[in-house]
């Protein structure tokens, strides 16, 4: 995406581009935690492995943990970060609201 960034601004779509992509990382950190048994705490290692295996840009595990708090910040998930652990530990009701109840508090 920062490749075709300046294309983006352009065309007027940056924005709607980088809400898509928080959409899509809260999507797939859904899926690791699928795939893990829907068990409260998970591995951030676990969470950069599917990001690597996704995304061309290497994110370091102080990238990963932004990207992670930034999701629990705009509401697309429910938790919190052990930084000492490397673990996130999610809501045991209700982990990943629905998209379009965040959506609609955002702009409320």
């Known amino acids: 995406m920062d490749r075709y ?25 859904k899926k690791v935690y ?3 048994d829907k068990k409260n705490q998970l591995k951030l290692v676990d969470f950069q492995a599917a990001v690597d295996a996704v995304d061309s840009a290497d994110l370091d595990m102080d990238a990963l943990e932004s990207l992670v708090a930034n999701l629990i910040f705009m509401g697309y ?3 919190y970060i052990s930084h000492k652990l490397k673990i996130l ?5 209700n982990p990943f609201p629905a998209i379009t ?6 702009s409320a």
Do not use: C, P
């Not at 109840?101 to 955002?106: A, E, F, G, R, T």
């Open 89 to 93: 530990v999610l809501s045991k009701s």
């Open 5 to 29: 960034q300046d294309q983006f601004v352009l065309q007027g779509v940056y924005l709607l581009m980088e809400k898509l992509r928080a959409i899509v990382m809260r999507n797939l950190l």
């Open 101 to 106: 109840d965040v959506l609609q508090d955002q």
């Open 77 to 79: 998930v429910k938790g």
């Open 34 to 36: 699928l795939i893990r």
